[in-house]
């Protein structure tokens, strides 16, 4: 029989999930026809025994899986369904447990001379005392991620509560003094501000992990490892690298440490580094040796040598990084955390004189009377040690000139401080010059340390030539570096017009082919924010980016992925190039991208297919492309700007009717609606308006109410934004459409605060709660609580004060709001019959149609009637009667037959010219026209004279033919 997967069987046997191996198991069982787990063991005997199986109470896990077996055979739902109903929050919970931070100051250091006899043992030592054996921490204590006995430091901790949700992953070594640990810790915590130790809790190791179950004889790979340490820092967002000393540390050496960096580099995690204070004496004793000193130790970082004990886990993580960010990347990250620690020391050595006459060679150059030094005393308060590096920048030799630039580099790095002054004291200039003066290593350094300062000042110090003659010229890791301050240049508006015209966009599309992968990721974000211009949009186009953008997105490091991604999102701001980007090939790659990509890359594909779904076919294309799909699963699992470009694509996409089906049968809804509560602003207002989209179909619209929609976009027309309140506005208007809704979204609260939308609103925002109101109108007990809402008079404004589409959806609403005899005297006295007169002749088309019926209905009113006519309404609806619409054709015949009611106004409604253009309307006009006038014309032939006048018009034979036309439809 075969046997069951290996990897399933280890998770079973060491105890690391058995709700994975119960899982695998059922899968296995049901693909191979195993008859139970007992028969699957039995044939398992031999690997069962290489994992000391017999320790490990064989007969009670047996007795477990058999009975989720069973449960599982009983069921009707999916394996998957099942094991996942069975999992809690508390392995997961216990997973992200980490230390307190004051536990291991206050109480561990004792606790671990007590059990070891040792002052300072390393951790190693510590491990069989305190992690693991009979006197464990954790011993006899039930573990919650297994449910059997002794659990991790963390675990036994928990009800103490000295452990608790991380903050914080710590990145060391084993093999560090636990003195020497805490004294780093307490280092680090000072910096974090007054009593932070109480709010600090470590994902470390030592402690997280339950070193029972890695000391029982099971093996685990090292992907395994790789997935559990990098997921565990992706989760907690936050690393503290702790070394033991700046000289040749322990930590470079050891490869895990410096995959946990690699993934920190990947994941943009922010990244800290502690020493112990022993450390501060060999730090001024660096101090005092000045530059060199400096250079030499941040040269010596090389992360590519570093080894670990299991060779298969050296080889593999090895392979693993050359893949994604890359040695030089961790290289890059390990010196800028450390030079910021030297950063700090250097500060507080300063501030406490503890380098005393010693750095005399700093200073004796700074006193030496060179024009670059003696300008920085007068500009600026940095330390002599500092004003060095601009001075070697500029009079130094060839090899200074690079160690100054790398020094620099470092300091600039994450440090607005630092950077606002080295820029005041005149570092750019200098190192501007270097991009065409300096060596080659001067140029990569100078450019990365360009990159960091203040973006305006840059471009003013004429960087920007140079830094584009290096994206040709230069070294890969120049090109790369210059790249990237073009990048950083560009967020500048101006700055992007300036990159543009200094010849960047070329020389940027071609590193897109041949520049370095790390040179294609910062080419990519350069262009990316160059075609955040309208004119850039067009000239990176036609030099040719797309293709190479599009191939990137699938041959490029994750990192251009999502920069590429992001590019060709701003690409396709532009009409033209909607068409382009799709033709090229990018909405395949995009739609993978969504599944498959890194978080940026998700993000980034999702705004990219939002953008080329302005166009008509690409709305089409990307559906058809598998996109509805991964785009609604990211509305739950995609960060807040995933979340927010998910919301936005799908509101783009469900603007093609048949794709509103698509969306829906995804089950977008229930995400949406779930974002208009715990989403961001930008978040919240995308699915309010992809909602209403949704809502413009009739089965839909009852769908997104069913799925308590309405509630929350209620409450966003006071919580959201004031420039975003139209689109709750237009999803209510929407869902208004139906009659229940209608109901439901006046009970929900909805009309107060559409009605203040009215006076407060932007002019989008009034519009859209004019729309909604005239629909909330057309239910009969609506129009009294809108009249009450105080609608009418805002609504009356809005007939001269809004934006034309404005007008036209409020002369709607107070048409709706006149079906009410009450109402009728309100809007009337609110001053509403001259504005909805001028309307007639000067209004939309829609306002002409909407000004025409609200009239119509406020003559159902005895007073009224009179004052519509005295109000000049009469000669602008006749007119009507042949240039406007067909609906405005309607309506006016409506007006004018209310209108001739009255006697006074049957002669003027004649002596405007009616009848020829009510009786042309007999045969010429929609069904409703023809009805509507032919009663007109039988009230004006109330009025003897008139009659004739009727009589004479062909009224009678036009009344006849249409008689016959409907009898013969009717037969």
């Known amino acids: 029989m075969p046997k069951i997967s290996e990897a399933a069987m280890r998770a079973f046997l060491t105890f690391l999930d058995l709700e994975t191996y119960l899982q695998a198991a059922l899968d296995w069982c049901e693909k191979e026809g195993a008859a139970s787990l007992e028969e699957v063991l039995e044939e398992s005997t031999d690997f069962a025994q290489s994992l000391k199986l017999k320790n490990l109470e064989r007969k009670r896990l047996e007795k477990r899986a058999q009975e989720a077996l069973a449960d599982s055979r009983k069921s009707t739902a999916p394996a998957e369904s099942l094991a996942d109903s069975r999992k809690s929050a508390a392995p997961a919970e216990s997973r992200m447990r980490g230390v307190s931070a004051t536990w291991v100051l206050d109480v561990f250091p004792a606790m671990v001379k007590s059990s070891t006899g040792k002052d300072s043992p390393n951790f190693i030592e510590i491990a069989p005392f305190l992690a693991h054996g009979d006197a464990g921490i954790g011993k006899g204590k039930v573990c919650p991620r297994d449910g059997m006995p002794d659990s991790s430091i963390v675990d036994a901790l928990f009800s103490e509560g000295n452990s608790g949700r991380s903050t914080i992953f710590l990145s060391w070594v084993w093999s560090y003094k636990v003195l020497d640990v805490c004294s780093a810790l307490a280092r680090w915590l000072k910096t974090q501000g007054t009593n932070a ?33 990098g997921d565990q820092l992706k989760k907690v967002g936050r690393m503290l690298i702790m070394m033991n000393k700046y000289r040749d540390p322990e930590y470079v050496k050891r490869i895990w440490c410096i995959f946990e960096v690699h993934m920190a580099a990947a994941e943009s995690i922010k990244t800290e580094l502690t020493l112990p204070d022993s450390a501060q004496e060999e730090f001024d004793e660096l101090a005092r040796g000045g530059l060199d000193s400096l250079s030499n130790l941040l040269s010596s970082i090389d992360t590519e040598k570093a080894e670990a004990s299991v060779k298969t886990d050296e080889t593999a993580i090895k392979v693993l990084i050359k893949s994604g960010a890359g040695f030089d990347r961790v290289n890059e990250l390990v010196e800028e955390t450390l030079m910021a620690s030297l950063t700090q020391e250097f500060s507080r050595a300063l501030k406490a004189k503890r380098l005393g006459n010693k750095s005399v060679d700093a200073k004796a150059a700074a006193g030496s009377g060179g024009p670059a030094i003696r300008q920085l005393k007068q500009t600026t308060q940095l330390s002599p040690e500092f004003t060095e590096l601009v001075e070697q920048l500029t009079n130094g030799t060839p090899e200074a000139q690079e160690k100054s630039a790398a020094v620099l580099r470092s300091l600039l790095f994450e440090n607005a401080e630092n950077q606002r002054e080295f820029a005041e004291a005149g570092a750019i200039g200098p190192l501007v010059a270097l991009l065409t003066s ?6 990569e350094l100078s450019a990365a340390a360009l990159r960091r300062l203040a973006r305006v ?21 120049a090109q790369k570096q210059s790249a990237a301050a073009l990048w950083i240049l560009a967020l500048n508006d101006e700055n992007q017009v300036k990159v543009a015209e200094a010849g960047a966009i070329g020389p940027l599309v071609a590193l897109l082919t041949t520049g370095t992968p790390e040179a294609q990721e910062q080419s990519a974000a350069a262009l990316r924010r160059l075609a955040c211009n309208g004119e850039n949009q067009v000239k990176v186009a036609e030099a040719g980016a797309i293709g190479p953008l599009v191939a990137l997105l699938t041959t490029g490091t994750p990192e251009a992925q999502g920069k590429s991604a992001a590019a060709l999102g701003n690409l396709a701001c532009n009409g033209e190039n909607q068409v382009k980007v799709a033709e090229a090939g990018a909405i395949g790659p995009l739609v993978a991208l969504l599944s498959k990509g890194t978080p940026e890359a998700q993000e980034q594909s999702a705004a990219a297919l939002g953008n080329l779904a302005l166009n008509g076919e690409n709305v089409v294309k990307v559906a058809e492309a598998g996109a509805i799909g991964p785009l609604v699963a990211l509305l739950t699992t995609g960060t807040p700007e995933a979340q927010e470009r998910s919301a936005a694509a799908l509101r783009r996409l469900a603007c093609n ?71 709750p506005a237009a999803a209510l208007c929407r869902l208004a459409r139906n009659g229940e809704n209608q109901v439901k979204v006046a009970e929900a609260g909805a009309i107060g605060p559409l009605v203040a939308v009215l006076s407060k609103g932007t002019p989008e925002a009034q519009k859209q709660s004019a729309a909604a109101l005239w629909t909330l109108a057309c239910n009969g007990e609506n129009v009294v609580k809108v009249a009450e809402a105080g609608a009418i008079g805002p609504l009356v404004a809005l007939l001269t004060t809004g934006t034309p589409e404005a007008q036209g959806k409020s002369a709607a609403a107070l048409g709706n709001l006149a079906c009410n005899g009450e109402n009728q005297v309100k809007v009337a006295e609110a001053g509403a019959i001259g504005p909805l007169v001028a309307l007639l002749s000067k ?9 025409a019926a609200a009239l119509g209905n406020l003559a159902l009113n005895g007073e009224n009637v009179v004052k519509v006519a005295e109000a000049g309404a009469i000669g602008p609806l006749v007119a009507l009667l042949t240039t406007g619409t067909p609906e405005a054709q309607e309506r006016s015949a409506a007006a004018l037959r209310r209108l001739a009611c009255n006697g006074e106004n049957v002669v003027k409604v004649a002596e405007a010219g009616a009848i020829g253009p009510l009786v042309a309307l007999l045969t010429t006009g929609t069904p409703e026209a023809q009805e509507q006038s032919a009663a007109a014309l039988g009230n004006l032939a109330c009025n003897g ?7 004479n018009s062909g009224a009678a034979v036009a009344a006849e033919a249409l008689l016959k036309q409907r009898e013969s439809k009717n037969a």
């Open 457 to 477: 000042k840059v471009a003013e110090a004429g960087a920007i030539g140079p830094l584009v003659a290096v994206l040709s010229k230069g070294t890969p890791e």
């Open 197 to 229: 130790s109480a709010l600090v809790f470590i994902w470390w190791c030592f402690f997280t992990n339950n070193q029972f179950r890695i000391q029982s004889g099971g093996t685990v790979t090292t992907q395994d490892l790789c997935e559990t340490f």
């Open 945 to 951: 004279e008139i009659k004739v006048k009727v009589a």
């Open 438 to 443: 300096g060596t080659p290593k001067a140029q």
């Open 657 to 727: 009717g048949e794709n509103v089906v698509k969306v829906a049968e995804a089950g977008a809804i229930g995400p949406l609606v779930a974002l208009l509560t715990t989403g961001t602003p930008e978040a919240q207002e995308q699915s309010a308006a992809a909602l209403g989209n949704l809502a413009c179909n009739g089965e839909i619209k009852v769908k997104v109410a069913e799925a308590g929609a309405i509630g929350p976009l209620v409450a966003l027309l006071t919580t959201g934004t004031r420039r975003a309140q139209y689109l």
């Open 843 to 851: 209004g939309t088309p829609e306002a002409q149609e909407q000004s």
